[in-house]
């Protein structure tokens, strides 16, 4: 079958024609005319519209057009994210898609109401784990110019389950399935798998190789990682563009002065490999709305006393490309010691999107300082 397609920008000039190949049509971004790059600044979208030649049938599909590549900021020597060349920090949290009253089916309202409170925080970026979300989220994002990672199923698999064939062949076919459902997503700059899997087994090396290497394949312009949480033991990392680690000093070990040395020994191991590094998870549980005079465990004021450190420590420290803190608002889970109301209890939100006070307060006063001084940076360079 032969399609016609036009862009937005070439509605005044002639059609392109070419022939729909293995049930794919490919039209190459040259024949987008006085195209306009997307960035989280200026998320600028297109359209193409592929047209069938007996005028039958017909689709629109909108896009961006934005390179992403693990760079060396030339004013900090620090590894970072460029997108379009400029080095980018991501600031955010891992989002789960779930509501009290919705269930884990979230109306469009609903999925604004988050981008937006988001937006409200100071955050630029959302780690949506550890299934494929609402793709009308990643509309909404393009739109607003919020970053994502993008992640398969397959959550903490074991050595023995990451090298069984039939796995590793489920696997690859959920990452082919991720990235032809999410390429056209200029916001969509990570493409990350297998969380917290057994990475720390050198025979586990074969699936995280082979991910990367089909990721690439498909010539989708993007990054590739995963959330290790056997970080400096991973024995997988040479396989990812950039390090992403899990863990929860001052929460599940260690007091508040464990934080900073923790997460600045993470920092470093990354920075000798050279690779861009993402504070995957981290984070502290709070009951909402629970005080009291000495700041314990689970209150509100331990919460926000973990995440202040956390985020003053991350948004002054160029060593940190991003943070997607654990987590945005809390989430049902199984029940049993250690989750009370068998929920996950760190959301900085409450699961109705509630803000727990001291949390949001340390994390909207880090991360609006940062965004500010560096939407100042932005607009002094983008005049010289």
């Given at each position: 079958?032969?399609?016609?397609?036009?862009?937005?920008?070439?509605?005044?000039?002639?059609?392109?024609?070419?022939?729909?190949?293995?049930?794919?049509?490919?039209?190459?971004?040259?024949?987008?005319?006085?195209?306009?790059?997307?960035?989280?600044?200026?998320?600028?979208?297109?359209?193409?519209?592929?047209?069938?030649?007996?005028?039958n049938d017909s689709i629109v599909v909108r896009?961006?057009?934005?390179?992403?590549?693990?760079?060396?900021?030339?004013?900090?020597?620090?590894?970072?994210?460029?997108?379009?060349?400029?080095?980018?920090?991501?600031?955010?949290?891992?989002?789960?898609?779930?509501?009290?009253?919705?269930?884990?089916?979230?109306?469009?309202?609903?999925?604004?109401?988050?981008?937006?409170?988001?937006?409200?925080?100071?955050?630029?970026?959302?780690?949506?784990?550890?299934?494929?979300?609402?793709?009308?989220?990643?509309?909404?994002?393009?739109?607003?110019?919020?970053?994502?990672?993008?992640?398969?199923?397959?959550?903490?698999?074991?050595?023995?389950?990451?090298?069984?064939?039939?796995?590793?062949?489920?696997?690859?076919?959920?990452?082919?399935?991720?990235?032809?459902?999410?390429?056209?997503?200029?916001?969509?700059?990570?493409?990350?798998?297998?969380?917290?899997?057994?990475?720390?087994?050198?025979?586990?090396?074969?699936?995280?190789?082979?991910?990367?290497?089909?990721?690439?394949?498909?010539?989708?312009?993007?990054?590739?990682?995963?959330?290790?949480?056997?970080?400096?033991?991973?024995?997988?990392?040479?396989?990812?563009?950039?390090?992403?680690?899990?863990?929860?000093?001052?929460?599940?070990?260690g007091g508040l002065d464990s934080i900073v040395?923790?997460?600045?020994?993470?920092?470093?191991?990354?920075?000798?490999?050279?690779?861009?590094?993402?504070?995957?998870e981290i984070g502290a549980g709070a009951i909402?709305?629970?005080?009291?005079?000495?700041?314990?465990?689970?209150?509100?004021?331990?919460?926000?006393?973990?995440?202040?450190?956390?985020?003053?420590?991350?948004?002054?420290?160029?060593?940190?490309?991003?943070?997607?803190?654990?987590?945005?608002?809390?989430?049902?889970?199984?029940?049993?010691?250690?989750?009370?109301?068998?929920?996950?209890?760190?959301?900085?939100?409450?699961?109705?999107?509630?803000?727990?006070?001291?949390?949001?307060?340390?994390?909207?006063?880090?991360?609006?300082?940062?965004?500010?001084?560096?939407?100042?940076?932005?607009?002094?360079?983008?005049?010289?």
């Open positions: 079958m032969t399609f016609v397609a036009q862009t937005d920008s070439s509605a005044s000039t002639s059609p392109y024609r070419g022939q729909l190949v293995n049930g794919s049509y490919i039209i190459s971004a040259k024949y987008v005319q006085n195209f306009k790059l997307w960035s989280p600044q200026s998320p600028n979208l297109h359209y193409i519209h592929l047209i069938s030649s007996d005028a896009f961006g057009l934005r390179d992403v590549q693990p760079c060396k900021d030339v004013e900090t020597g620090s590894m970072s994210i460029c997108i379009n060349g400029q080095p980018t920090k991501l600031l955010g949290f891992s989002k789960h898609d779930c509501h009290p009253t919705f269930g884990m089916s979230l109306s469009d309202t609903q999925l604004l109401f988050d981008v937006q409170l988001l937006k409200q925080i100071g955050g630029n970026y959302f780690r949506l784990v550890h299934y494929p979300h609402n793709p009308h989220l990643l509309d909404m994002c393009d739109e607003l110019g919020i970053l994502l990672w993008q992640e398969t199923l397959g959550w903490g698999l074991s050595q023995s389950e990451l090298i069984d064939p039939k796995i590793q062949k489920a696997l690859l076919y959920e990452l082919d399935e991720m990235v032809n459902n999410t390429f056209n997503h200029p916001s969509v700059i990570l493409w990350a798998y297998l969380n917290e899997g057994a990475s720390d087994h050198s025979d586990s090396c074969k699936i995280y190789s082979e991910l990367s290497q089909r990721y690439k394949q498909l010539q989708v312009n993007g990054l590739v990682s995963w959330a290790s949480n056997r970080k400096q033991n991973d024995q997988c990392l040479d396989s990812a563009d950039v390090l992403s680690f899990n863990s929860y000093p001052g929460w599940y070990n040395p923790s997460i600045l020994d993470e920092a470093d191991f990354a920075a000798k490999k050279e690779k861009p590094f993402i504070k995957s909402p709305d629970w005080q009291d005079t000495v700041n314990a465990f689970w209150t509100i004021g331990y919460q926000g006393e973990v995440l202040d450190i956390v985020a003053k420590t991350i948004v002054s420290n160029s060593s940190f490309t991003g943070v997607s803190l654990w987590q945005f608002y809390d989430a049902r889970t199984k029940d049993g010691i250690g989750r009370p109301r068998a929920f996950n209890n760190k959301g900085t939100f409450d699961e109705f999107r509630r803000p727990k006070t001291p949390a949001y307060t340390a994390v909207h006063a880090a991360f609006t300082s940062y965004q500010a001084r560096s939407e100042k940076k932005y607009i002094l360079k983008s005049r010289l």
